[in-house]
């Protein structure tokens, strides 16, 4: 399955196996009438200089409604492949097209890292930049040089949260206090070789999304009480944050505030079900 943004501001599912497209439900948005400013009109940046890849997505944009995340990778436009294509070669053809917008196949590149710290509790790398935010420094033979992280590497989560801004993911850091620390990472010099492993769906029914949030309701909560059942003050502060985040679905907010909250190792495995 591949995401897709379809004509007239409306995104539906493709399925490029059969051949065949499944009709899903359909988002009307207030689109440009035209592809002039693509991709910045549509709420998205690109980078790199072939393949290209999305940088930035600004939250309630038709992209962000789309569902296309930082760490994709454009692999084809209108069902033609642009797996070689850079950047500026990618827009220019892009606001060629007719179709508005057009319709675009992507995959996640994020590679996870692990990263445990040194003897003095560093990692050895420093970041710069918001959204994304950019390595700019790995330091040789330090811990993050050795896990693999480069500098111009792009950081697009810490513990599984997506980052955008570089405060943020510094106190996320931080918090890790001598802790192994997980980033979710982008490089333009790494190429995974498995598309089809990593292709994502743009949509689904409203039973199939109730079910698949239902199930994953039930397992949190089940993940939760193993982990917490011994701490009600810690579960109940934990719920409180996370019946916040239902409310204003702030992100950068849910990020500062869970390594407070779940300070210890075993904690910190609830962290990637909170996703």
């Known amino acids: 399955m591949r995401r897709f943004l379809s004509r007239k ?3 539906s599912l493709r399925q490029s196996k059969s051949g065949t497209r499944s009709a899903a439900k359909d988002f ?3 689109l440009p009438a035209t592809n002039q400013n693509w991709p910045e009109a549509f709420g998205f940046r690109l980078g790199g200089t072939g393949p290209s890849y999305i940088l ?4 309630g944009s038709s992209a962000f409604l789309a569902g296309l995340q930082p760490g994709d ?3 084809d436009i209108e069902g033609q492949d642009v797996t070689n294509l850079s950047t500026p070669a990618l827009i220019a053809l892009a606001q060629t097209l007719k179709t508005v917008p057009p319709s675009i196949g992507v995959v996640s590149r994020i590679e996870q890292i692990d990263i445990t710290p040194g003897p003095d509790g560093r990692f050895g790398f420093t970041i710069v930049g918001d959204s994304p935010l950019m390595v700019e420094e790995s330091m040789p033979g330090g811990p993050a040089a050795r ?6 590497d792009y950081v697009m989560e810490v513990n599984g949260i997506p980052v955008k801004h570089h405060e943020t993911a510094a106190a996320m850091i931080k918090a890790a206090q001598g802790r192994p620390l997980r980033l ?39 993940k939760v009480e193993e982990v917490l059942g011994e701490e009600p003050d810690v579960k109940e502060q934990l719920f409180e944050v996370l019946k916040q985040y239902a409310s ?4 950068e907010v849910l990020a500062e505030a869970l390594p407070d909250i779940l300070i210890t190792e075993d904690h910190q495995q609830l962290i ?4």
């Open 9 to 11: 501001g409306r995104f």
């Open 28 to 30: 009307y948005l207030g």
């Open 56 to 59: 930035s997505v600004v939250e």
């Open 73 to 75: 990778q454009v692999v």
């Open 147 to 152: 896990s693999g992280l480069k500098v111009n």
């Open 184 to 222: 979710g990472v982008l490089s333009m010099a790494r190429r995974n070789k498995r598309l089809s492993s990593s292709m994502r769906v743009l949509s689904q029914s409203g039973d199939s999304i109730r079910e698949s949030r239902a199930h994953k309701a039930m397992e949190f909560n089940k």
């Open 248 to 251: 204003d679905r702030d992100v």
């Open 272 to 275: 990637d079900s909170v996703r």
